[in-house]
C-alpha cells in the first residue's frame, strides 16, 4: 500500500502478509496520536484479543512530535520523541495483538489545514482494503482541535466508500472531553471492565507520555472507573470501566448529515433535559 506521506508504514507484529491481517480485521481504530487508540479504542482490542474470528487494527495519522517533554524526556528533540513514539506504538500493537498498525506520520499541523486531503485520501485506501465492521476515533465535541481534524477525516473518508462497504458501526469516543454529558439515550456506553492487565499494560507502553509529564494512565482508569459508578444513580455498579461514545454511524450513513448539524441536535437534547429537570422543581 502507498501512501502519500513517505515517511508512513504498517506494522504487522505477527509477521504475517499485510492482506492476510487487512483481511481478519473486523474493528479499526483510527486515532490522531500514538496512544489515542489505547485510550479510546481499548473496547475493540480487548474484543478482539484472542477472539476467533475479530480482529483488531490501528490507525495513528500523526507523529506526535509535539507532545511535553519533561523527566528523562526532557532533552529529547523532536525527531527522537518520533522515533520513540513510534516504537511505543509498535510495543503497544505486540501487547494488543494487533493485527497491524499503520503509522501516517504527519505532522499536526498538515491535517488541520488544507492538506488534510492527503490524509483522507490514504484513509480511503485502508478502508478499502480493510472494510471493518466496527471503527473507533475522536468525537466530535473533543476540545483537541488534532483529535477533532482527524475525526472530520475519518468520517470523510468513509462516505468515499460504497455504501455496502462502510461500517456498520462508527463510535466516535472520549479522550480529551468526557461524554458524561450525553443524555442517556444518546450515550453509547462501552464495557471496558479489565481483570486481566491488557488495559494498564497498553497505556503503559507509553512511557514518554507518562514520564514525560502526562499521567494517562491515572486519567484513563479514573475517568472509566467514575462513568461506570455515575453512570446510573439508583443501581448498583454492575460494571468496573465504562468508556462512553458519541454515535457517528448516522454521519458515516447519511452523506447529506452536516457533523456541526448532528453534534449541535445531540448538545440541543443535553440542553432540553436540564431545562425540563429544573423546571419540574421550580415551582414546589
Known sequence: MIFNNENAYIYV?????EKEA???TTHLGIGAHPDDLEIMAFHGIKACCDTPGLGFGGV?????????????FALYNDQEIVLHRRKEQ?????????????????????????????LEE???????????????????????????????SVINAIREMPTHHRPGKVFGCEVWRG??????????????????????????????????????DLATFGRRRANATFYQPHAVDDTTQLLFAMDLTPLAHNDNLGIPDYV???????????DTRLKRFMHR
Request: aromatic share 6%.
Open 90 to 118: 509498535e510495543k503497544a500493537a505486540k501487547i494488543g495483538k494487533y493485527g497491524f498498525v499503520i503509522q501516517l506520520d504527519y505532522p499536526s499541523d498538515s491535517i488541520k489545514s488544507a492538506g488534510a486531503v492527503h
Open 13 to 17: 507484529p505477527g509477521g504475517q502478509p
Open 264 to 274: 449541535a441536535s445531540l448538545v440541543k437534547r443535553f440542553e432540553e433535559d436540564v
Open 22 to 24: 487487512f483481511k481478519r
Open 60 to 72: 495513528t495519522c500523526t507523529n506526535g512530535k509535539g507532545s511535553p517533554r519533561t523527566g528523562k
Open 122 to 152: 490514504d484513509l480511503v485506501r485502508i478502508l478499502s482494503a480493510v472494510h471493518p465492521k466496527v471503527i473507533y476515533t475522536h468525537n466530535p465535541a473533543d476540545k483537541h482541535d488534532t483529535h477533532v481534524a482527524t475525526m472530520i
Open 179 to 216: 461524554l458524561d454529558w450525553l443524555p442517556d439515550r444518546d450515550k453509547i456506553a462501552l464495557d471496558v471492565s479489565d481483570e486481566s492487565g491488557l488495559a494498564k499494560k497498553l497505556v503503559g507502553a507509553f512511557e514518554s507520555q507518562i514520564e514525560g509529564g502526562k499521567r494517562y
